[in-house]
């Protein structure tokens, strides 16, 4: 059990027990892939049991402690706790997103707060797509809620983490540390990014669940092929809104107004934002399919998502790719697609509950024959956001 590990490891590094105790979940998006930084919909569901615990307490001394069990070398740093102004550092990276956290959380208050000694054990896979950032982010700010007694709104919680992955380098939306914040057990979360206005939609249908399955090809997205994608989709509203000034972001731009100015756009521009403007449709059309229970339908729309990254958005991969397509062999299989930033990571399969025992041993062997690679797969349900433990 995760807490269990995590109280192991903060007495056997500080010698006492720990007085707080939390977890928030990683991700897994069901549709709505490169559209947060569009202004546009998104549909995520917290892990029900892929979270990241962390317990730790008051250390009586103006420095920050921290171990985590996820890294053999590098797993413990200390930082003095008053680093507001202080930039990130280079060794050990997983220490700067606690840094950043803590930098967003005492922002504008006391810097001189303070210290800590923090452990941090993870059950959401490193570089999988699954928000394992997020889940640090937000687990380390329902932390300090608790140690300072300075809990807020949620909304509020869920942008300071943002602003620490920022902090970090990394432009990410908002839907990651939304849905570790707002998971709700049973539920999806549809969140309008541009209003922030999120909708919790029911998925509770005992015979459908879903699987991850992580391809064990780790990414890690930090500028490159994520912020050329985020910029490709501004030059396609720069040019789109020359004929439609009120026209903000791709969420704006319809399928006609896109096909009006596709001879002004480039190629890669024009795919970008074909898959976009699809990718927003899609969403919307999946969570009322939800609501009316039509699991088929959604299935479809996630092959139709997957094709969009594949073809038009080019964020697959060969690995995602023979995932989804050895998923669709199987009988009961609803839909299945790439999830996360891309460039490898996991897929998310719909399915009948009664095909799962089937459906693992296929994307075992066929993936196994084709790449050398065992996958990894895990199903889940949708499951609480963060929360406060009791040790």
Excluded at 131 to 152: D, I
Excluded at 176 to 196: E, K, N, T
Excluded at 217 to 246: F, I, W
């Amino acid at each position: 059990m995760a807490l269990q590990r995590a109280r192991s490891l903060f007495s056997s590094r500080f010698q006492r027990e720990p007085s707080v105790a939390v977890a928030a979940p990683g991700r897994v998006n069901l549709i709505g892939e490169h559209t947060d930084y569009n202004d546009g919909f998104v549909m995520p569901l917290a892990l029900s049991d892929k979270v990241c615990t962390v317990v730790g307490a008051k250390n009586n001394t103006n420095t920050v402690r921290v171990v985590t069990e996820s890294f053999s070398e590098d797993n413990y740093t200390e930082f003095p706790a008053s680093v507001v102004g202080a930039g990130a550092s280079k060794e050990p990276k997983w220490c700067n997103y606690v840094k950043g956290v803590v930098l967003q959380f005492f922002k504008g208050g006391d810097a001189s707060f303070e210290g800590f000694d923090l452990a941090l054990v993870s059950d959401v896979p490193l570089g999988g797509g699954l928000s394992s950032s997020a889940a640090l982010e937000v687990a380390t700010y329902t932390f300090l809620e608790q140690l300072t007694g300075r809990t807020g709104d949620k909304k509020h919680k869920a942008l300071l983490c943002q602003a620490a992955e920022h902090w970090l380098g990394m432009p990410c939306g908002i839907m990651d540390q939304f849905i570790s914040v707002m998971g709700r057990a049973g539920h999806v979360l549809l969140l309008d990014c541009r209003s922030q206005e999120e909708t919790h939609v029911p998925f509770t249908d005992p015979n459908v669940i879903l699987l991850v399955t992580n391809s064990n090809v780790k990414h890690e997205l930090t500028g490159g092929e994520y912020a050329s994608r985020r910029s490709q989709c501004y030059e396609a509203v720069d040019v789109v809104k020359k004929r439609h000034p009120d026209v903000k972001a791709l969420r704006d731009v319809s399928k006609a107004q896109l096909d009006e100015a596709s001879s002004d756009l480039s190629p890669v521009s024009l795919r970008r934002a074909r898959h976009v403007v699809g990718e927003d449709a899609r969403t919307l059309q999946a969570a009322e399919a939800l609501k009316r229970g039509d699991y088929e339908t959604v299935g479809k729309l996630m092959v139709e998502s997957h094709n969009s990254l594949r073809d038009d958005f080019e964020v697959s991969c060969v690995e995602l790719d023979l995932l989804v397509e050895l998923a669709l062999q199987v009988p009961g299989v609803l839909g299945s697609r790439m999830t996360g930033g891309g460039f490898g990571g996991c897929t998310v399969t719909l399915l009948r509950a009664s095909a799962l025992d089937e459906l693992v041993a296929h994307l075992t062997k066929g993936y196994k024959d084709k790449t050398g690679k065992t996958p990894t797969c895990f199903p889940t349900v949708p499951g609480d956001g963060a929360r406060v433990l009791t040790l």
